[in-house]
């Protein structure tokens, strides 16, 4: 994905961050983004703009996520198949580094994610969070079928939304 678009669809999530996820879905669809795409930015595009902050205050973060299928099971993915993810951590770091992207938008984004409120709430506490691991928070089931699995390829193109066996 574009730096370009994700910057676009950045400012998107900031705009409707009051918003249920399956709406800011439609908004990224109805701005010209993939449906699956939109899916997987809204659930992974926080996480990875996040990412850099908690790893420059010490905290490691998993590469691997569990997913919630439609059927109540749990499959594990790796961020680094998700695109948006990865093109979404690689902004992050650039932006961290060179100011790649509006700052308003990508503090907004960080602020808001549950990694950041989590180490927010360690560290109000008395906490360390160094050395610490942080995992992406559970996504919605109905972002499941749009996941990259291990496969290379999304539930939506292979016609089931079953987790991998």
Known sequence: MEKADLIRAAAILVETRDLEEEEQVERLVAAGFDESAAHRLVAFLPSAFARPVLEEMGAAVSGRAQIPAEDGSFFEVSLEDQP??????????????????????????????????????????????????????????????????????????????????
């Open 84 to 165: 948006e993810y990865r093109a979404a951590l690689a902004l992050a770091r650039e932006h961290r580094r060179a100011g790649a992207m509006p700052n308003d938008v990508y503090v907004a984004i960080v602020e808001a994610t549950s990694e950041i409120d989590a180490a927010s709430n360690a560290l109000n506490g008395g906490d360390q969070i160094s050395g610490g691991v942080f995992a992406l928070a559970p996504v919605s089931a109905r972002f499941a079928p749009h996941v990259i699995r291990p496969s290379g390829e999304s539930a939506i193109e292979t016609g089931s939304a079953a987790p991998p066996r």
